[in-house]
């Protein structure tokens, strides 16, 4: 649904364009035009810096360890019970 609407003035615009009563100073809209024209209004993805790439890392692999100990730790209580 949200690709008819987006791409429906595009389709019109590329038809505009290759009319024959176009001006002969447009060429037609080309795939990698109508790509930047679509994705004109999104904002650029953030910038990240090493530093963000090296703390990120640095929780993400405290967060795995931390996940590891609890999940041993809950298992070996099972054990124990049973």
């Given at each position: 649904?949200?690709?008819?609407?987006?791409?429906?003035?595009?389709?019109?615009?590329?038809?505009?364009?290759?009319?024959?009563?176009?001006?002969?100073?447009?060429?037609?809209?080309?795939?990698?035009?109508?790509?930047?024209?679509?994705?004109?209004?999104?904002?650029?993805?953030?910038?990240?810096?090493?530093?963000?790439?090296?703390?990120?890392?640095?929780?993400?692999?405290?967060?795995?360890?931390?996940?590891?100990?609890?999940?041993r730790?809950?298992?070996?209580?099972?054990?124990?019970?049973?």
């Amino acid at each position: 649904m949200t690709a008819a609407i987006v791409l429906t003035p595009a389709r019109a615009a590329t038809e505009i364009r290759t009319a024959a009563d176009r001006p002969p100073d447009l060429a037609p809209v080309s795939c990698p035009e109508l790509l930047k024209l679509l994705r004109a209004p999104a904002p650029p993805p953030p910038a990240r810096d090493s530093d963000h790439a090296v703390s990120w890392s640095a929780w993400q692999l405290h967060h795995q360890t931390a996940a590891q100990a609890r999940h041993r730790r809950r298992h070996q209580r099972h054990e124990q019970v049973t």
